[in-house]
T-cell receptor, first 112, second 110 residues
Framework: DTAVSQTPKYLVTQMGNDKSIKCEQN?????MYWYKQDSKKFLKIMFS???????INETVPNRFSPKSPDKAHLNLHINSLELGDSAVYFC???????????FGDGTRLSIL | QKEVEQNSGPLSVPEGAIASLNCTYS??????FFWYRQYSGKSPELIMS????GDKEDGRFTAQLNKASQYVSLLIRDSQPSDSATYLC??????????FGKGTRLHILP
């Protein structure tokens, strides 16, 4: 059973398009995250939700909008994709804030 | 700007030797510290967490924390080729946010 699952694993699309990435966790965790890992492998937090409430919102363009329909799901919608959005996006979850995190397999986004 | 610093490497260690990975952090109020391992093309996976000063051992891995020096390290004993990966240090910043270092690439030489 996959603990944190993301879909799709790969996303290749053109500049200007809108796309969504979905994330689900079956660990019963209260907190979920979105991270971006760039080509230099730097893992940087974008958003965090605790029990469906946004608790961390880093300096991320407004084109990125997270949505948490329930505490087991955290989706990421990206509008007007740009070349610089190419990266691997990881979803993660933890029992609570500042607790060890479990990561999904990542979504590799490539912008043409 | 709260920071977590790691030497990017690569750190080359002979098989069977001890690999020592180091990390410093800037925020004195940090209370939670983590080491993650990331194989190329894979997601980070938790190896160790440590919350109080001193050593914490789990199998071949030992995490060491010195809050006064703002320093956390990971020792890997009897290094194996399968330990070759990037090791990410992660530190809670006092505002419930985890900040990751840029990682150290470890290469175990057969």
């Amino acid at each position: 059973d996959t603990a944190v699952s993301q879909t799709p694993k790969y996303l290749v699309t053109q500049m200007g398009n809108d796309k969504s990435i979905k994330c689900e966790q079956n660990l019963g965790h209260d907190t979920m995250y979105w991270y971006k890992q760039d080509s230099k492998k730097f893992l940087k937090i974008m958003f965090s939700y605790n029990n469906k409430e946004l608790i961390i919102n880093e300096t991320v363009p407004n084109r990125f909008s997270p949505k948490s329909p329930d505490k087991a799901h955290l989706n990421l919608h990206i509008n007007s994709l740009e070349l610089g959005d190419s990266a691997v996006y990881f979803c993660a979850s933890s029992q609570g804030k500042s607790q060890p995190q479990h990561f999904g397999d990542g979504t590799r986004l490539s912008i043409l | 700007q709260k920071e977590v610093e790691q030497n990017s490497g690569p750190l080359s260690v002979p098989e069977g030797a001890i690999a020592s990975l180091n990390c410093t952090y800037s925020d004195r109020v940090s209370q939670s510290f983590f080491w993650y391992r990331q194989y190329s093309g894979k997601s980070p996976e938790l190896i160790m967490s440590i919350y109080s000063n001193g050593d914490k051992e789990d199998g071949r891995f030992t995490a060491q924390l010195n809050k006064a020096s703002q320093y956390v390290s990971l020792l890997i004993r009897d290094s194996q080729p399968s330990d070759s990966a990037t090791y990410l240090c992660a530190v809670e910043d006092g505002d419930d946010k985890i900040i990751f270092g840029k990682g150290t690439r470890l290469h175990i030489l057969p």
